[in-house]
T-cell receptor
Framework: EAQVTQNPRYLITVTGKKLTVTCSQN?????MSWYRQDPGLGLRQIYY???????DKGDVPEGYKVSRKEKRNFPLILESPSPNQTSLYFC?????????????FGQGTRLTVV | AQSVSQHNHHVILSEAASLELGCNYS??????LFWYVQYPGQHLQLLLK??????LVKGIKGFEAEFIKSKFSFNLRKPSVQWSDTAEYFC????????????FGPGTRLSVLP
């Protein structure tokens, strides 16, 4: 079954304590991205990756890092989390073929930073 | 920057009422259009998508959407809503002029009263 798996689903942490949210896809897609969802703002892109070792900033990259060492995994790293990073995070894996782009989303990670 | 707007922040309907949620996107040439639904506490699910061809697209759960290129619109409709349609609905656009990224609207919360 085609899927995007995020872990953990829920996380409560303290300010400044480094954390990693993992994302894995089994569809062999080259393009993956991270979004955060906040009330009234919809989903905003944090970082994206067009292939292994190729990453770039999205609309709201401040305070985040990513890596793409292998095609299936795209972890999101918060080196020093702050309360304004409390949000719902989604990883997406995108199929891009023939001018068409379609995204498949993970189940989300609800992060609370206190 | 490319953008997506949704006409309503919160819509409240009674069961069996008809639904239309508005979505407009900024000009960007050839686009792919999507509606996603997020039920309370859950992840994003694809309702329907438009890539090309017939501008009237039918999706799951009785939803449909119409792409009107001249108006840069992709409105979501359902003739008779149910209590179980209570959710948040997101319009999204992708395509070459969006850098292969997805741009989401801010979302519309739908509350259906039994």
């Amino acid at each position: 079954e085609a899927q995007v798996t995020q872990n953990p689903r829920y996380l409560i942490t303290v300010t400044g304590k480094k954390l990693t949210v993992t994302c894995s896809q089994n569809m062999n897609h080259e393009y993956m991205s991270w979004y955060r969802q906040d009330p009234g703002l919809g989903l905003r892109q944090i970082y994206y990756s067009m292939n292994v070792e190729v990453t770039d900033k999205g609309d709201v990259p401040e305070g985040y890092k990513v890596s793409r060492k292998e095609k299936r995994n795209f972890p999101l790293i918060l080196e020093s989390p702050s309360p304004n990073q409390t949000s719902l995070y989604f990883c997406a894996s995108q199929l891009m073929t023939g001018g068409v782009t379609e995204a498949f989303f993970g189940q989300g990670t609800r992060l609370t930073v206190v | 920057a490319q953008s997506v707007s949704q006409h309503n922040h919160h819509v409240i309907l009674s069961e069996a009422a008809s639904l239309e949620l508005g979505c407009n996107y900024s000009y960007g040439g050839t686009v792919n259009l999507f509606w996603y639904v997020q039920y309370p506490g859950q992840h994003l699910q694809l309702l329907l998508k438009y890539f090309s061809g017939d501008p009237l697209v039918k999706g799951i759960k009785g939803f449909e959407a119409e792409f009107i290129k001249s108006k840069f619109s992709f409105n979501l409709r359902k003739p008779s809503v149910q209590w179980s349609d209570t959710a948040e609905y997101f319009c999204a656009v992708s395509g070459y002029n969006y850098g292969q990224n997805f741009v989401f609207g801010p979302g519309t919360r739908l509350s259906v009263l039994p």
